[in-house]
């Protein structure tokens, strides 16, 4: 297995429409292990879109409890139990995210109970083995650590580094520009950072019909500009660098050559700019 990571779904925000890309789900292959790196909408379609089995999930970390990062979680773990899934897999994330286990089998209580008895499936709810993210630990000799990043009003919200084998990524998470995001990465072979475009977030907020002035503050307040990414990547001396979560994502207005324009002010070095299926190799 070469070490890589799939761009599953690369929008920012939880919303889909005509021409835009999936929300957040990522896939590593590092040191033999196959790991999902946030469950948003679309998540189990990517991972079978990679050509990877359902049941072939080794762990799965969850970043943060906004409904773009998790949303697919439990239809991940109910579909691959359908495909064949007997085994826990173990889901590590945030503070929170039984409770969203726990309501995720009642709502579905009727369908899971029935194909138990009907069809003889395995017991559902002790597939996910959930446990709270730690700022340093191994699981199955992959090195991961956490940093709490700033994405207001969440506060159990995390940057991911995993290091293996001399091979390291470090997924930023949702977050405000950080200077000492360029520590956590420090030489990292691929930063994967989230990114937005104030100009189009403006865009973005004079087109909404269903929010308020709430929505631009949050936006502005809690994501990074394009800029200060290649600001980070420049400053952690990274091999790679790759941008995902845009805000916007999907505007004909705000194309590649605006993203890229931002970045390129700090940084020179090689620049993914993600797409929903982009494979990076580490």
């Known amino acids: 297995m070469t070490n890589s990571i799939a761009l599953m779904g690369v929008k920012g925000g939880p919303a889909i429409r005509p021409g835009s890309n ?15 790196i946030d469950a948003g909408l679309g998540a189990t379609r990517g991972i079978c879109d990679q050509g990877v089995p359902l049941t072939d999930i080794d762990l799965i970390f969850i970043t943060h409890l906004h409904s773009d990062h998790y949303l697919e979680l439990g239809p991940f ?16 994330g945030p503070k929170g ?15 899971i109970d029935l194909r138990i008895r009907d069809e003889g499936r395995c017991d559902f709810g002790s597939l996910a083995q959930i446990s709270t ?25 995390y ?7 001399g091979t390291s990524v470090v997924l930023s998470g949702d977050t405000a520009y950080m200077p000492k995001m360029a520590d956590f990465a420090r030489k990292a072979g691929l930063l994967v ?21 709430r929505l631009r503050s949050h ?22 660098l790759a941008l995902n979560h845009f805000v916007p994502d999907g505007d004909p207005d ?9 970045v390129r002010k700090h940084w020179s070095g090689p620049l993914h700019l993600g797409k929903d299926g982009m494979v990076i190799t580490l």
């Open 193 to 213: 950072h989230e990114a937005m475009l104030r100009p189009g977030v403006e865009a973005l907020c004079a087109r909404m019909t269903n929010g308020d002035e």
């Open 77 to 92: 773990f109910h579909t691959a139990w359908t495909a064949g899934l007997n085994r826990p897999i173990p889901v590590i």
């Open 22 to 36: 999936m929300p957040a789900s990522n896939l590593l292959r590092l040191d033999g292990k196959t790991i999902l």
């Open 254 to 262: 705000f194309t590649d050559a605006n993203w890229e324009r931002e």
């Open 159 to 165: 940057a991911l580094r995993f290091d293996a084998g």
């Open 97 to 111: 995210l039984d409770t969203y286990w726990q309501g995720f089998q009642q709502s579905m209580a009727f369908d």
């Open 133 to 157: 993210l730690t700022e340093d630990a191994t699981y199955d000799g992959i090195r991961v650590r956490a940093m709490h990043n700033i994405h207001p009003p969440i506060t159990d919200t």
């Open 219 to 240: 936006i502005l307040n809690s994501h990074t500009d394009a800029a200060d990414v290649g600001r980070i990547a420049h400053d952690a001396g990274v091999k790679q």
